[in-house]
């Protein structure tokens, strides 16, 4: 099967190449898809450059999730068939034409939705969940800071917290940016700040008179640490979803202990099968009704050919896609 090849391992996007690879076996309770789109995470990049790679027994190819058809079934499975199309997150393996996907994550892909849109659904509106939410405890009427809004978990997160009462602040890089994802919230419930040419922490504190926010879902880690702290309020609840600012900082334990904050971590690839199928019960269970009647949506910025993975890779790295990027396949 044709497939995005790291060659050699380490380096830019010029590293992948479109190459032959086998063709995977499922086990008895996997399907095996018939991929016809993936979708673009920083962790693609990350192992693109040899620096997070896959848990033992996945997929050494990039693609954390799919969207396609069932092409084979192991011999434990009875509640799908050949043909049927599904989307799901997986460990490894998205960027090429075929990739195992547990039964148990697989989620049929309504009618008429692309498979660019079932694509774009798993790993941000998951991550969005188990962060803001699971972890997180956002509920009606507390306050949530949300930064990279423009990104694929932002956008998500954005519409989820929203669409259950809450008032949304979030973080960007630009003044397109920060009007599209303004625009994903419902009346007036979200309210954008650009990274670049504002201090958040001054501006988070201005905008909800010196109060703070309840929850901060953050991507920086290390160096927005301080500032998350002080943003939060009493009892506020601060998750770590990447580290892309650095992982090790001082902290102020002092703050900490004074207003009873909780400091947590959060990461989907490297959880056990168990644990995926129970985050995929929990999006479906309070998420999934809302994507059908369209309160939410998965937010697309583009789409290349899976034989333009460098070029997909080089827009994400640049930071100027609003949303998901995807792959498709022919």
Not at 74 to 100: N, Q, T
Not at 263 to 287: D, H, I, P, Y
Request: with cysteine; proline share 5%.
């Amino acid at each position: 099967m044709r497939a995005v090849l790291i060659r050699p391992p380490g380096g830019g996007p010029e590293v992948l190449q479109i190459g032959e690879a086998p063709l995977p076996e499922p086990g008895p309770e996997q399907l095996l898809v018939r991929v016809r789109a993936t979708a673009l995470n920083r962790a693609d990049t990350l192992q693109r450059r040899g620096h997070y790679p896959p848990p033992p027994g996945e997929s050494g190819i990039l693609g954390l999730e799919l969207a396609g058809e069932v092409a084979g079934l192991g011999g434990a499975v009875s509640d799908f068939k050949v043909g049927d199309c599904v989307f799901g997150l997986i460990g490894g393996g998205g960027y090429a034409e075929f990739a195992l996907l547990d039964h148990r994550m697989a989620i049929p892909i309504p009618p008429g939705w692309s498979f660019e849109q079932g694509a774009a659904i798993a790993e941000v509106f998951y991550t969005a969940n188990e962060t803001i939410f699971v972890q997180g405890g956002l509920a009606a009427g507390e306050t949530v800071l949300i930064h990279a809004g423009g990104s694929g978990v932002g956008t998500a997160g954005i519409q989820m917290a929203s669409a259950i009462g809450a008032r949304v602040l979030f973080t960007a890089g630009s003044e397109d940016k920060i009007a599209r994802a303004q625009e994903l919230g419902r009346g007036g419930s979200v309210t954008g700040i650009n990274y670049k040419t504002q201090d958040f922490q001054q501006e988070v504190m201005r905008r909800t008179d010196n109060q703070g926010v309840d929850v901060v879902l953050d991507f920086l880690a290390a160096s927005y640490l301080a500032k998350n702290l002080a943003v939060l309020k009493v009892r506020g609840r601060l998750i770590i979803a990447a580290l892309m600012g650095g992982s090790k900082a001082e902290i102020d334990l002092a703050l900490v202990q004074r207003k009873r904050l909780s400091v947590m971590g959060s990461a989907l690839r490297s959880r056990t099968l168990a644990e995926k199928r129970e985050v995929t019960a929990r999006f479906r269970e309070r998420w999934w009704p809302l994507l059908l009647d369209g309160r939410i949506r998965p937010i697309i910025d583009r789409s290349f050919p899976l034989e333009k993975a460098r070029a997909a890779h080089e827009l994400m790295e640049s930071n100027r896609n609003f949303g998901k990027i995807i792959l498709t396949v022919s």
